[in-house]
């Protein structure tokens, strides 16, 4: 029975007798645990990178090989505008093999040359860099906004367990998240900037060269339309892993042993509650990168989601290229994160990577 | 292991702690007691064992001396009295102080009591940091000398693991130390050997009477084995159904036991020098609510009369310091400590051999656990494999029932040899031979029903189907003494030794020759293990089914085995009949392993 691990089934989990081996593994220190951790990321590195590739050939051939992206472009000035039909298979290099076209591309995605926008013929690069900046910032500070919002209200929540307090909570949370975030914000406009207050800008007026957070009275909306609609489910996430830890043996103890609530809330509980914490916010984050279209629309705030949709009905492939990938890499990088974050607070998979 | 030269001091010098009718009741239904009418003295240096069977309050009883309740339920009368004052009376602020420092406890299963994330030097000295004793130097240094105590390296290393990076022992004295470290007067210990192996159980229960004594700490010790407390306790008190049946000094307890519950618990304890045919009580516990009128224990007494179900007996005095709940008291004799005693396996018996394992070696990846294991098992004959934890016992059970297949060597059955792993092995050889798990509250599917459990092997083997199977689960429930009626139910409402039985029916749904029993009754009551061993015997003699038993208790052993293998370390180190091994025992390891095994004969 020196590896408990290899037993698999049911009934090993109530032994503590079994639960290791007899001389109970020591953390192995120094090179060794650093050279396993350095194996288990390169691997997830490799696997990301894994993932990105075919996420390329995914967004290749959805953009640029399906149908004639150039009659798709032109409709019907197809047949009359030769020269403009001449001009963009010049650009989309519609005359070489698929093959030849897709790894022109990737080798372009990866010296950072993402190709030539169609409508405006000029570099994606420049044109897309600002929104990208844009949309991030608009994730970040809503993380920043939105992280210990959700944990504040789980703790809350948690501590009045089936009480009134804690019913009044999960029945907001619950509506909140029911509501899509268009209505949010709409709601959140005509609250705090037209009908009933006049307090904060509706929509964000940016110059084409500064950035949104130059005026920072114009991200208080857009933030806050997210944070509500992404913290409820990041808080009914934690406290439902909160009422399960609190329920466990090791709570008991700590209250047992004479240790203050708070300090049982903050340590014993949510020490062990913060991993499917971490693996939602995750999730809404990249959620949040890609798919904001709708609230960036609300305020006009010039982000991707925004220049997504632009770009998709001018059919202007390189672009939807481009942001296709960003928003696929924000994924996987954040993804990557989480599952980093997820093994360092939970010991027992951070000492198996390391042994 | 310990002796009473040492007399504990009376109820002077305001030590230890005193609880005065106690009544513990239920939030949502106050007229429903979970514990009442207890009184109970510890006395410094002394351990008192709080004996009973799940559901009969005891956990309770331990933890309202710290003024705790579990959810659900409230202390509604009653004192805890230390130094001077009521713990149950004092404001929050103060119960908190009290607890840890002055009133301490050490959990049940403490896999699942220390913090997971918290590193074990930390968690040691939490308390006396928040509280703001001693300084850093000198909390460090009482941590390291707590776990020297207790017997543990008190290394840096050692202060930076994890609990998931301990053995259960080592766990179980990290709780111990942790307990013990801001000096505690009281100390609440709720099960903490329950399924450690009895090596690590010895150890652990030497250590605690050494701190209690030396300390002099007032230690109730909260257990359903009786066997555990013959060993350690100065007194012991009985409780069934919330209500202290019987309580005396130890020796009174084992020689005289007056009440038919403790006759019944000690009754169900199988012996290391006899063999005997184990019995269980017969029923359940009644839980709060459900629990009958008059004695409580009048519906599984098997000296009850009428004026037992009318009458609510009083605790009365038998003798100093003894004190019986029941009407009866006087009347029924005494109690004779061997009886259902049977004679050992005869040895002699001539043997239809079933299972043959020879040069079995079994590796997980490349680490080898099992070396050159070598034995037989005949028809109708149950053989034990017996060792501590990493001794290589439930391996081979594994390799045997077709869960492992990483082995060499030959496992044969009937002569043939059989497929490594279950996918290898033919649907009759499947069938044939059944597994058994330790753990059924995780051993059955919650989702199913009993009915729906107990029907999957014989739809899969093809043995019956439709209303034919119907009718014989009806009839293997009934031959595990469970009854139809548990059929529709889900497995969440049965009790851990009824979801064994549950989980014998499957096993034998199969019609099985060979029963791979995996430590089936560790998680289960004393009383209950001696129910099953009952049925398993009977089973055996009645359908001559075969058994490979696996379990760390050598009484068992005695009682249910024929033949016994003692594995250490992967090999078999002692093997022959149960009494030859047991009686004359070779091996130091042998010998080591009876005399850490609790006993009451």
Not at chain 1, 280 to 309: D, H, T, W
Request: with cysteine; net charge neutral.
């Amino acid at each position: 029975m020196t590896s408990a691990q290899g037993l698999g089934g049911a009934e090993q989990i109530e032994l503590p007798e079994r639960a290791d081996a007899p001389g109970a593994v020591a953390p192995p220190r120094g090179r060794f645990g650093a050279l396993a951790w350095a194996l288990w990321l390169a691997r997830r590195l490799g696997l990301a990178v894994l993932t990105l590739w075919l996420v390329s050939i995914l967004v290749f051939v959805a953009t640029a090989a399906l149908g004639d992206p150039v009659r798709a472009i032109l409709g019907r000035d197809y047949a009359a505008n030769q020269a403009r039909v001449d001009q963009l298979n010049g650009l989309l290099n519609a005359d070489q093999p698929l093959v030849q076209r897709y790894l022109n591309w990737l080798g372009g995605l990866l010296t950072g040359d993402l190709g030539t926008s169609l409508t405006g013929l000029r570099p994606v690069s420049e044109l897309i860099g600002s929104s990208v900046v844009n949309t991030l910032g608009l994730v970040l500070v809503s993380a920043v906004v939105m992280i210990p919002v959700s944990f504040g209200v789980a703790m809350l929540s948690a501590n009045y367990r089936r009480r009134r307090p804690d019913t009044v909570i999960q029945t907001i949370l619950l509506g909140l998240a029911g509501l899509p975030e268009f209505v949010v914000g709409i709601l959140l406009v005509a609250l705090l900037s037209t009908s009933v207050f006049h307090l904060l800008p509706a929509v964000t007026i940016s110059s084409p060269t500064g950035h949104p957070w130059d005026q920072p009275r114009a991200m208080v909306l857009p933030v806050l339309t997210l944070v509500l609609a992404v913290s409820p489910y990041v808080a009914r996430i934690v406290r439902a892993t909160l009422l399960e830890v609190l329920d466990s043996d090791y709570v008991e103890l700590a209250r047992l042993k004479g240790i203050p609530e708070g300090v049982v809330m903050r340590k014993h509980a949510l020490l062990n509650a913060i991993v499917p914490g971490i693996q939602v916010i995750a999730l809404q984050l990249a959620y949040l990168a890609g798919g904001i279209v709708v609230v960036e629309s609300v305020f006009n705030y010039p982000g991707i989601g925004k220049q997504l949709v632009d770009a998709v009905n001018a059919h202007d492939v390189p672009l939807v290229q481009a942001l296709s990938m960003i928003i696929a890499a924000v994924y996987v990088v954040v993804n990557l994160v989480a599952d980093l974050l997820s093994i360092l607070f939970t010991p027992r998979a951070r000492t198996a990577i390391s042994s | 292991m310990t002796t009473l030269d040492t007399t504990p001091p009376p109820e002077a010098a305001g030590g230890g702690i005193t609880v005065a009718d106690l009544r513990i009741g239920l939030t949502a239904r106050p007229d429903v007691d979970v514990v009442d009418d207890i009184d109970l003295v510890l006395r410094p240096g002394e351990v008192v064992g709080l004996v009973g069977e799940s559901g009969s309050g005891k956990t309770t009883v331990g933890t309202s001396l710290l003024g705790y309740t579990r959810a659900g339920a409230m202390i509604e009368r009653g004192k805890v009295l230390f130094e001077d004052s009521d713990v149950l009376a004092l404001p929050w602020q103060q119960v908190r102080r009290l607890r840890g420092e002055e009133i301490a406890y050490v959990p049940q299963d403490p896999a699942s009591a220390l913090n997971p994330s918290i590193r074990i030097g930390r968690q040691i000295v939490e308390l006396m940091e928040l509280r703001g004793l001693g300084t850093a130097e000198s909390r460090l240094q009482g941590a390291r000398d707590g776990l020297a105590e207790v017997g543990l390296p008190n290394d840096d290393e050692f202060l930076r693991r994890y609990a998931h990076q301990l053995s259960g022992g080592q766990v179980q004295r990290v709780a111990l130390a942790m307990a013990f470290l801001p000096k505690p007067k009281v100390l609440v210990l709720d099960e903490p050997t329950t399924g450690l192996d009895v090596t690590t159980q010895g150890m652990v229960l030497q250590t605690m009477g050494e701190l209690c004594r030396s300390h002099g700490v007032a230690a109730l010790y909260v257990t359903h084995d009786l066997a555990v407390v013959a060993n350690i306790a100065d007194r012991v008190a009985v409780m069934y159904a919330g209500q202290v049946a019987e309580i005396g000094d130890r020796d009174t307890i084992f020689a005289h036991p007056s009440h038919p519950y403790t006759r019944a618990l000690l009754d169900s304890i199988p012996h290391l020098r006899q063999a005997r045919a184990l019995s269980g009580i017969p029923g359940r516990t009644p839980a709060p609510g459900s629990r009958p009128g008059g004695c409580r224990f009048h519906d599984r007494c098997a000296f009850a009369v009428e004026a037992c179900a009318e009458q609510e007996p009083e605790l009365r005095e038998r003798g100093p310091g003894h004190e019986v709940r029941c009407l009866r008291a006087g009347e029924i004799g005494d109690w004779d400590i061997s009886l259902g005693t049977v004679p050992d396996a005869d040895p002699q018996r001539a043997r239809e051999v079933i299972l043959d394992i020879a040069d079995l070696g079994v590796s997980y990846g490349r680490t080898q656990v099992v070396f050159d294991v070598g034995f037989d098992v005949a028809r109708a004959e149950v053989v034990a494999l017996v060792g501590e934890s990493g001794s290589g016992k439930t391996t081979i059970s594994r390799c045997v029932g077709g869960l492992h297949k990483e082995w060499t060597g030959t496992i044969g059955f009937e002569g043939r040899p059989l497929g490594h792993g279950s996918r290898k092995r033919s649907a009759a050889d499947r069938k044939r031979i059944q597994y058994i798990f330790q753990n059924p509250y995780l051993s059955l599917n919650p989702r199913l029903t009993v009915e729906q459990i107990v029907k999957r092997p014989m739809e899969l083997f093809g043995i019956a189907s439709g209303t034919e199977a119907t009718d014989r689960v009806a009839e293997l429930l009934e031959q595990v003494a469970l009854g139809p009626a548990v059929m529709r139910y889900q497995t969440n409402r049965l009790s851990g030794g009824e979801r064994q039985r549950v989980a014998i029916a499957r096993a034998l749904a199969a019609e099985p020759d060979l029963l791979v029993c995996d430590e089936i009754t560790s998680a289960l009551d004393v009383s209950v293990q001696g129910s099953i061993v009952a049925l398993l015997d009977e089973l055996r003699r009645t359908r001559g089914i075969s058994m490979l038993f696996v379990t760390h208790n050598l009484a068992l052993v005695r009682s249910i085995a024929a033949r016994v293998q003692i594995l250490s370390a992967g090999r078999v180190v002692e093997s022959g009949p149960v009494a030859d091994v047991m009686d004359n025992p070779r091996e130091d390891y042998t010998q080591r392993l009876l005399a850490n095994s609790p006993r009451i004969d």
